[in-house]
C-alpha cells in the first residue's frame, strides 16, 4: 500500500444492539459532537498478512461514480472513472505498472521499422480468455476493427492513425500506421474473444463482455453496482486476487460513502476530501490509504489563446501571480497534507520530468513589484471553474484560496463557478476568457504528449498559442523511440516552467478509506481514478 | 361520467405533448452534442462522423418528428453517453424510484391521517399542539439533513440498518422515512385543519347528538374530510417520484433521480428526455386518478356533474 496510513476516528464504538429512545437520541447528540471535533492523532499501521485464500470471499468497493458504466473494458476508456472496468476486465498489449512504467501485458515485444510506420508486436503465448479460448492476434485485429466504428469516440484520434493491421501468425501482428506513433500498442485497444464477439454481436458484447483481464464481468444492476469475478486462468499470478469477487458500488455522495465504510458495507472507500478524510481518524479499524500526486490543480490564463491584448499575456504577470500564492498554505490547510506544491505542469510520473527545476517559492512582495512593473496594479479578471471533478477535490474552495492570494496583492478576480457539462463545453470551444481551473490527473499527464491537450494551438483544452511549444509537441509526436521523447518532453518542460501559461498550483493525492476485511492493496502512482483492482488481497 | 374522464384523460395528453416537446427543443439548446462525445483532441472530421452517426444532422424538425414517433412506441432512442436504449436505462430506474416513492407515501399517508385526524378532534389539546410542532419541523428540515441524522443515529451508531443500498427492505426504511417526512408534516396539518371544519360542522353536532358511535363518527368526518387531503396526496405522490434526486444521491438509491443528474452531466438529450417523458407520465397518470377519485369519495362531485350536464343539455335544446 502506498504510504498507508491509519487514523485515529470517530469510527464506531461497542453499541447496543437495540436500545430505547433515550439511547438512540444520547447516541445522536454524542455523534454530532463527536463529527464536530477536530482530527485525532495517527498511529500506527497495522496492515496484516495476506493468507493464500482469503476467508472473506467478497470486497465491496464504494466509488463516486463509474462515469458511464460501460461493462466492456475497450468501450470503458472514456475518462478516467471508467478505467476500473478498463483495468479489471481488460488486459491491454502493454499497461501501466504502478509506478507508471509501460510494461508487456499480452505483448511481449514490440518494434518499428526505419521509417517508424509499421510496427512489429510478438504476442504472449498461453493466455486464456474469460471464455477459456485462447488469446491470439486474431482478438487484437477483432478489438482494433471493433473501434473504427464512431460509437468509440474515445479511440477516434487512435482510428485515424492507423493504416493496416496485419496478422503474420497467431502470436504476431503488424500494424501499418499513417503517421509516426509512439504510443501506438500502448494505445491499441483491448483484445477481445473474437469467436464469442462473432457469435453474440456489438450489442450483446457490451452487456457481456469476454476479454482477458484478471476479473471477469460478472452482473451489473444499473447506477448500483457492478460485480466482478476473479479470473483464476488469468495470464499475471501476481495480480491475481486471494478472494473472489469483487463489487464495485456506486455511491455518488461522498459522505454516504464514509458512512458506508464507517458501518462496514464498504471494504473500500474511494474518492474522500481531505475533511472526509480526517473525520476517520483514531479509528482502531480503518486505515487511509493514498495515490501520491494523483493530479494536479491547475489555474490556465485562457487568453493566450485569443489575439485580443490582455496583461495576463505578460510572462511577468503570470509568474507574479504565482508568486502571489502561498501553495504550501494551501496544500497543508486545505489538503490537511493530502496535497504539495508542485514544481511543474510536469509531474515526477511525467516521461521527461526535468527535476532540476525548482518551485516557485511564496512571495507576495515580488509579486505586487511585478505586477507595477508590468503596469498590472488594478488587474482583473474572471476565474472559471467546474463545480465538480475527480481531479480536485474541493475545487471550489480551492479557487476561492486563489482568488484570496492574489486579492493581497491588489488583483480583483470574480468567480463563476459553472457545473461540469457546460464548463467543459466552454473550454472546448474557447468560450472563456481570463482564466480557467483544470485538473490534469498524474495518469493523463504521465505521457508528456497529453499535455498538449493543454498547451498547443490545436489542444481540445488548450490555453495557447504559441509557435515554440506547437514545434516540440509535434517533434515530440512524431519520434517514437523513448529516449528521444524524453528529451523532447524535457525541453517542454522547462519551456512550461519559464512561460507558466498554466500554473500548476499544487498536485493533490487522491484518498481512500481501507476497512478491516482488505489486508493488502497496492496503490497506482498519480492515479486519481478508483483502482486499478491489481495487488489487491482480503483477509 | 365517460365523457368527463374523456376529458381529463385529453388534457392529460396535451399536457403530456406540450412538455416533451418543450424539453425537446430546451435539450438542444444546450450545445453541440457531437462535439461533447467527441474526446478532446479529435478533429472537426470525427465531431462531424459522430454527428452523423448519433443523427445529429438531420433537420431539428425531422429529429422531431423520430422523437414523437419514437415516445408513441415507448422506443426514447439510444442513449448517448451510456450505449444502451434509454427504455433499458429507464424503467429499471423507474421501478426503484417507485419502490422508494411508495414506501415514503405509505409512510406519509398513513401517519399524516392519523395524527392529523387526532390532533383535529382533539383541537387545543397537548396532542394537539405536539403535532403541529411536528409539523412544522417535518416541513422545514430539508430531507438530506435528515437523511444524514437518520444514518449517523441508525447505521453508524446502532448499527441497525444499512447507511445505503437497496437491497432488502430494511434498506428501503431510511430513505423511505427521510422523503417521508415533508409529505407527512403537510398531511397531517392539512387533515388537522380538514377535520377541524367537518367537526364544527351542523352534521356533525347532529351525528353526536343522535348518539352515532365514535368509530362511525370518525368514519364519516374522514370521509367528508379527505377531498383536500386526497389532492394534497396525489401532488405529493407525483412529487416524490419526481423529486427524490438528493435523497436517491445520499442513500445511493439506484433510481430515476440519480440517472436524470447523469443524464444532465453528460447532456444525453435522448435520456433526459426518456426521463422527462416518464415522469411526466407518471404525474398526469397520477393527478388523473386523483381527479377520479373525487367522484367516489363525494357523491356530490358525481350530482354536480350531472346537473351541469343537464342544465347543458336544457340549454341546448332550448336554443335550437
Redesign the interface.
Known amino acids: 500500500m502506498s504510504n498507508p496510513r491509519r487514523i485515529a476516528a470517530t469510527g464506531?464504538?461497542s453499541?447496543?444492539?437495540?436500545?430505547k429512545i433515550t439511547a438512540?437520541v444520547s447516541?445522536?447528540a454524542?455523534?454530532?459532537v463527536a463529527?464536530c471535533s477536530g482530527p485525532a492523532v495517527p498511529s500506527a499501521d497495522g496492515s496484516a498478512e495476506v493468507p493464500a485464500s482469503a476467508t472473506n470471499q467478497t470486497l465491496t468497493v464504494g466509488v463516486a461514480t463509474l462515469q458511464?458504466?460501460?461493462a466492456d473494458p475497450v468501450?470503458a476508456n472514456e475518462g478516467g472513472n471508467t478505467y476500473p472496468i478498463k483495468w479489471s476486465v481488460g488486459e491491454p498489449l502493454i499497461r501501466q505498472e504502478l509506478d507508471m512504467r509501460q510494461v508487456p501485458a499480452l505483448a511481449t515485444e514490440w518494434s518499428v521499422s526505419a521509417d517508424d510506420l509499421t510496427w512489429d508486436v510478438k504476442l504472449r503465448q498461453g493466455v486464456k480468455m474469460h471464455d477459456g479460448s485462447t488469446f491470439t492476434a486474431k482478438d487484437v485485429q477483432t478489438s482494433i476493427n471493433r473501434v473504427k466504428d464512431?460509437?468509440f469516440?474515445?479511440y477516434?484520434?487512435y482510428v485515424?492513425k492507423i493504416a493496416s493491421v496485419e496478422i503474420v501468425n497467431d502470436y504476431e501482428i503488424k500494424i501499418k500506421t499513417t503517421v509516426p506513433y509512439a504510443n501506438l500498442v500502448f494505445d491499441t485497444p483491448a483484445p477481445v474473444a473474437t469467436d464469442y464477439y462473432n457469435r453474440v454481436g456489438e450489442t450483446e458484447f457490451?452487456k457481456k463482455p469476454v476479454a482477458a483481464g484478471p476479473w471477469k464481468f460478472d452482473s451489473q444492476?444499473?447506477?448500483?453496482s457492478m460485480t466482478l469475478t476473479r479470473f483464476d486462468d488469468f495470464w499475471d499470478k501476481d495480480r491475481i486476487a486471494n478472494f473472489s469477487k469483487l463489487v464495485l458500488?456506486?455511491?455518488?455522495?461522498e459522505?454516504?460513502r464514509l458512512?458506508?465504510i464507517?458501518?462496514g458495507?464498504l471494504d473500500i472507500a474511494q474518492g474522500l476530501t481531505p475533511n472526509s478524510a480526517a473525520q476517520l481518524q483514531g479509528s482502531p479499524t480503518i486505515r487511509l490509504a493514498t495515490s501520491k500526486q494523483a493530479s494536479v490543480a491547475n489555474v490556465f490564463f485562457v487568453d493566450n489563446w485569443f489575439d485580443a491584448d490582455s496583461k495576463l499575456k505578460d510572462v511577468n504577470v503570470r509568474k507574479a501571480l504565482m508568486l502571489a500564492i502561498d501553495r504550501k498554505a494551501i496544500a497543508d490547510s486545505l489538503y490537511r497534507g493530502f496535497g504539495s506544491v508542485t514544481v511543474n505542469a510536469t509531474l515526477p510520473v511525467t516521461l521527461g520530468n526535468d527535476t532540476s527545476l525548482q518551485a516557485w517559492p511564496y512571495d507576495p512582495n515580488q509579486a505586487k513589484q511585478l505586477l507595477a512593473a508590468a503596469g498590472a496594479g488594478n488587474l482583473s479578471f474572471t476565474l472559471h471553474l467546474y463545480n465538480q471533478t475527480t481531479a480536485i477535490a474541493d475545487v471550489q474552495k480551492f479557487a476561492e484560496a486563489v482568488i484570496g492570494y492574489w486579492k493581497e496583492v491588489g488583483v480583483n478576480v470574480t468567480m463563476d463557478a459553472m457545473?461540469?457539462?457546460?464548463y467543459?463545453?466552454k473550454a472546448?470551444?474557447h468560450q472563456l476568457t481570463g482564466a480557467v481551473i483544470l485538473g490534469t490527473p498524474g495518469l493523463l499527464i504521465s505521457d508528456p504528449e497529453k499535455l498538449?491537450?493543454f498547451y498547443t494551438s490545436?489542444?481540445?483544452?488548450s490555453s495557447v498559442k504559441n509557435a515554440e511549444l506547437d514545434g516540440m509537441f509535434a517533434r515530440l509526436s512524431s519520434t517514437v523511440k523513448r529516449d528521444d521523447q524524453a528529451k523532447i518532453a524535457g525541453e517542454i518542460s522547462r519551456k512550461l516552467h519559464e512561460t507558466l501559461y498554466g500554473l500548476p498550483v499544487v498536485s493533490l493525492d487522491a484518498v481512500y478509506a481501507i476497512g478491516p476485511k482488505v489486508a493488502a492493496w497496492k496503490l497506482m502512482e498519480g492515479n486519481p481514478y478508483p483502482g486499478p483492482f491489481w495487488y489487491l488481497d482480503a483477509k | 361520467m365517460t365523457r368527463y374522464t374523456l376529458s381529463r384523460l385529453l388534457q392529460g395528453l396535451v399536457a403530456m405533448w406540450v412538455i416533451v416537446t418543450i424539453v425537446f427543443f430546451l435539450a438542444r439548446l444546450?450545445?453541440?452534442a457531437a462535439?461533447?462525445?467527441?474526446?478532446?483532441?479529435?478533429?472537426p472530421e470525427?465531431i462531424a462522423?459522430?454527428r452523423?452517426?448519433y443523427g445529429f444532422d438531420q433537420p431539428l424538425y425531422l429529429q422531431y418528428v423520430d422523437y414523437l414517433r419514437g415516445i408513441a412506441t415507448l422506443d426514447f432512442g439510444q442513449s448517448v453517453?451510456?450505449?444502451?436504449p434509454v427504455v433499458d436505462?429507464v424503467m429499471?430506474?423507474m421501478v426503484n424510484t417507485a419502490r422508494l416513492a411508495l414506501a415514503a407515501f405509505a409512510i406519509a399517508l398513513v401517519l399524516g391521517v392519523t395524527f392529523g385526524a387526532i390532533a383535529g378532534v382533539r383541537a387545543g389539546t397537548r396532542y394537539d399542539q405536539a403535532v403541529r410542532g411536528l409539523s412544522v419541523l417535518g416541513q422545514s428540515v430539508p430531507p438530506f439533513w435528515l437523511g444524514?441524522?437518520l444514518?449517523?443515529?441508525?447505521?453508524?451508531?446502532?448499527?441497525?440498518l444499512?447507511?445505503?443500498?437497496?437491497e432488502g427492505f430494511t434498506s428501503l426504511i431510511l430513505p423511505a422515512c427521510a422523503l417521508a417526512a415533508f409529505p407527512l408534516a403537510s398531511i397531517a396539518r392539512l387533515t388537522r385543519s380538514s377535520v377541524l371544519e367537518i367537526v364544527a360542522r351542523d352534521q356533525t353536532l347532529f351525528e353526536r347528538s343522535k348518539g352515532v358511535g365514535p368509530a362511525t363518527l370518525m368514519s364519516h368526518i374522514l370521509r367528508n374530510a379527505s377531498l383536500p387531503v386526497v389532492t394534497l396526496a396525489g401532488i405529493q405522490l407525483g412529487a416524490m417520484f419526481s423529486g427524490t434526486i438528493v435523497v436517491e444521491?445520499?442513500?445511493?438509491w439506484?433510481?430515476v433521480g440519480?440517472?436524470a443528474?447523469?443524464g444532465?452531466?453528460?447532456?444525453d438529450f435522448a435520456l433526459i428526455q426518456g426521463i422527462v417523458v416518464v415522469n411526466t407520465f407518471v404525474f398526469v397518470a397520477l393527478l388523473f386518478v386523483v381527479d377520479l377519485s373525487y367522484g367516489w369519495l363525494d357523491p356530490r362531485v358525481r350530482a354536480i356533474k350531472t346537473a351541469v350536464k343537464s342544465r347543458v343539455e336544457a340549454t341546448v335544446e332550448a336554443a335550437a
Open positions: 464506531r464504538s453499541r447496543p444492539r437495540y436500545g438512540a447516541a445522536l454524542l455523534s454530532l463529527a458511464q458504466q460501460y468501450l464512431p460509437a469516440t474515445s477516434a484520434a485515424k457490451r444492476a444499473f447506477n448500483d458500488k456506486i455511491i455518488p455522495d459522505s454516504s458512512s458506508g464507517q458501518t458495507q457545473d461540469p457539462a457546460t467543459l463545453d472546448v470551444k498538449s491537450i490545436t489542444g481540445g483544452y | 444546450g450545445g453541440d462535439a461533447l462525445l467527441a474526446p478532446a483532441d479529435a478533429t470525427q462522423a459522430i452523423v452517426s453517453s451510456y450505449r444502451q436505462l429499471p430506474a444524514m441524522l444514518v449517523l443515529l441508525f447505521s453508524i451508531n446502532l448499527g441497525w444499512p447507511a445505503f443500498g437497496s444521491n445520499l442513500f445511493a439506484p433510481g440519480q440517472l443528474i447523469q444532465i452531466q453528460a447532456r
